[in-house]
């Protein structure tokens, strides 16, 4: 079987972390990997190292063509009977039989005008997931997603759950500081807007920070920091920029809160990576995000600005909830696996190898 991780980027984003943590848990399958990196205790075949997210549209652009040109060559050079994609790409109308792994229609339900991810999503990938042998996906709202936009029958699609690397997130004991945080890029649906309007509504919010870590967007950050300085926190409110994965568990152990009031999520590994570490979350009641944190969260409407302040207001005057919180996080988080979601990924496979 091959697997093709053309797209691993050097900072990795969801769609690699899903991609290396689920690798030694499908190895039984007997894989060969497409990839220009290293990766010890696997069979590999090389590919070029400019097709990926490093390189901008470019590199997608030139992994479609890839995908579409030179992978069905590759399959038929290597005997292959199967390839498995960790994201929605695969050669159209070849003779490869291929699974692809569906993250999230974000692009379709926030579409941006001029995006090369518009187009792409409404109509590439609906031909992917339509000559699929069978769709594998993260959560039940992607599922219900799938089948509502594309009409693709549930027989044909798998949701399993993602996870998070147990030895990575974990609870540090650490002293907890005095900044909400939130993870992950700055794009509009990620709501960082009404979040720092929410910050700015805390009556003493001038104890507090808000931390926003993620990379710099020129599109985003400027909007975000006008508005911040518009409301005169500029002093309050930490763009950190892209933090690296090694110092992740660090400042998450040390938030009072995560606050992740994103308007629509495929999974939403920020959310569990936080509960792993006991650090109380909140979050949107929609999408994907209540099937990952249960009942260990406050769930809040994104949209409502007062509720996301009334939230962050009650992490801070209620240590007794906030250490249930902490507790039931922890116990939730326990519950993924990258075991689980390998051994579930490997019974799909299987079906068509």
């Not at 939130?182 to 309007?197: T, V, W």
Request: proline residues 8%.
């Amino acid at each position: 079987m091959l697997v093709n991780l053309s797209f691993l980027s050097t900072k990795p984003t969801g769609i690699t972390t899903y991609a290396l943590n689920l690798l030694p848990n499908i190895q039984s399958l007997k894989l060969t990997l497409l990839t220009s990196q290293k990766i010890p205790n696997y069979a590999s075949y090389p590919v070029p190292a400019n097709l990926t997210p490093d390189q901008g549209t470019k590199g997608h652009f030139r992994r479609l063509l890839w995908t579409q040109f030179q992978l069905p060559q590759i399959y038929k050079n290597l005997k292959s009977n199967l390839l498995f994609s960790p994201l929605s790409e695969a050669p159209l109308y070849s003779n490869c039989r291929f699974v692809v792994m569906v993250h999230d229609f974000i692009p379709l339900r926030f579409p941006k005008r001029f995006s090369p991810l518009t187009p792409y999503h409404r109509y590439y990938i609906p031909q992917v997931i339509s000559q699929a042998q069978h769709i594998i996906c993260n959560s039940q709202a992607t599922a219900k997603d799938i089948t509502d936009f594309f009409q693709i029958p549930t027989s044909k699609i798998t949701p399993i759950p993602l996870a998070h690397d147990r030895t990575h997130f974990r609870f540090l004991n650490l002293p907890t500081g005095n900044y909400f945080l939130y993870i992950g890029r700055q794009d509009p649906y990620k709501n960082l807007q009404r979040l720092i309007s929410a910050f700015a509504a805390i009556p003493n919010r001038g104890n507090y920070e808000l931390w926003l870590a993620g990379p710099s967007d020129r599109r985003y950050t400027p909007i975000l920091q006008a508005q911040a300085e518009e409301l005169g926190i500029t002093q309050q409110v930490k763009f950190l920029n892209y933090v690296d994965y090694s110092e992740l568990p660090k400042i998450i152990n040390s938030a009072i809160a995560l606050v992740f009031p994103s308007l629509w999520e495929g999974f939403g590994l920020p959310v569990l990576e936080a509960m792993a570490c006991g650090t109380p979350v909140i979050t949107s009641n929609l999408s994907s995000l209540p099937e990952v944190v249960g009942e260990a969260a406050i769930l809040i409407n994104p949209y409502n600005v007062g509720e996301i302040t009334e939230a962050m207001q009650t992490i801070v005057n209620d240590s007794e909830w906030r250490s249930h919180l902490s507790q039931q996080s922890i116990i939730r988080a326990n519950q993924f696996s990258w075991e689980k979601t390998g051994q579930a990924t490997v019974e799909v496979l299987s079906r068509y190898l």
